[in-house]
């Protein structure tokens, strides 16, 4: 999931990979000494949470986010970017555990209410991943992830029709929005509209997709591929 929001922002410029790497370093750098002489401040502990976040230092992202929150209960996006930090290391149950709080601080985080509809989804809990989802969307419309999140929750509680509505509202907003195209083939496939289903798919395969051999067998595509 995503991890959003320095609480100072900083502006960015298009640089060359290896310069934006240094800056980080730089960056991280600041954050580390400006935290030894102000080692209680949460929008340190938090901002260094993020730049570490940046480079794929989950652990010790998680380790400042919850410093952030020692220092500033109150802080719910610390909550979200840890739930979102436990999404990608495939701890749903803490992820679930972490955005629920973010939700109870502030019930108006769009981020928070798809991460909670993700790890739903992801346990199973098909309905409330849908309610999630469905508050997502309506805090925050142009939230592609939570009307993705919502398009494949309504697959799996079999409510096709509303899916295939919600991904065609998704390729409205993004046109090569791959997933999209993925759920609509899934839908499509169950409906048995199965030459509508073949054409998504191979779009979502020219956006990068990828391959599903178990879809590939139902739409019979693996000959047409070869």
């Given at each position: 999931?995503?991890?959003?929001?320095?609480?100072?922002?900083?502006t960015s410029t298009m640089t060359?990979?290896?310069?934006?790497?240094?800056?980080?370093?730089?960056?991280?750098?600041?954050?580390?000494?400006?935290?030894?002489?102000?080692?209680?401040?949460?929008?340190?502990?938090?901002?260094?949470?993020?730049?570490?976040?940046?480079?794929?230092?989950?652990?010790e992202a998680i380790s400042e986010?919850?410093?952030?929150?020692?220092?500033?209960?109150?802080?719910?996006?610390?909550?979200?970017?840890?739930?979102?930090?436990?999404?990608?290391?495939?701890?749903?149950?803490?992820?679930?555990?972490?955005?629920?709080?973010?939700?109870?601080?502030?019930?108006?985080?769009?981020?928070?209410?798809?991460?909670?509809?993700?790890?739903?989804?992801?346990?199973?809990?098909?309905?409330?991943?849908?309610?999630?989802?469905?508050?997502?969307?309506?805090?925050?419309?142009?939230?592609?992830?939570?009307?993705?999140?919502?398009?494949?929750?309504?697959?799996?509680?079999?409510?096709?029709?509303?899916?295939?509505?919600?991904?065609?509202?998704?390729?409205?907003?993004?046109?090569?929005?791959?997933?999209?195209?993925?759920?609509?083939?899934?839908?499509?496939?169950?409906?048995?509209?199965?030459?509508?289903?073949?054409?998504?798919?191979?779009?979502?395969?020219?956006?990068?997709?990828?391959?599903?051999?178990?879809?590939?067998?139902?739409?019979?595509?693996?000959?047409?591929?070869?």
């Amino acid at each position: 999931m995503k991890i959003t929001h320095a609480l100072k922002g900083r502006t960015s410029t298009m640089t060359h990979p290896d310069q934006a790497e240094a800056k980080l370093n730089l960056y991280i750098k600041f954050l580390k000494e400006r935290l030894f002489f102000e080692p209680q401040s949460a929008t340190l502990h938090y901002n260094l949470g993020l730049a570490y976040s940046q480079k794929q230092l989950e652990d010790e992202a998680i380790s400042e986010f919850k410093q952030a929150l020692e220092c500033d209960p109150g802080l719910a996006q610390a909550h979200v970017n840890l739930g979102g930090l436990y999404l990608r290391k495939g701890d749903h149950a803490q992820a679930l555990a972490e955005n629920l709080k973010a939700v109870e601080l502030d019930p108006n985080l769009p981020m928070a209410h798809n991460n909670v509809a993700f790890a739903r989804l992801q346990e199973g809990d098909y309905e409330r991943a849908i309610e999630s989802s469905r508050r997502a969307v309506e805090l925050m419309p142009g939230l592609i992830q939570a009307h993705n999140t919502l398009a494949v929750a309504l697959i799996q509680a079999g409510d096709l029709d509303s899916s295939i509505a919600v991904s065609l509202d998704m390729l409205k907003m993004n046109e090569r929005f791959g997933p999209a195209h993925y759920n609509l083939a899934v839908a499509y496939k169950v409906k048995g509209d199965l030459e509508r289903a073949r054409v998504h798919y191979a779009q979502a395969l020219s956006l990068g997709g990828p391959v599903d051999p178990l879809l590939e067998a139902e739409l019979s595509l693996e000959d047409r591929r070869s």
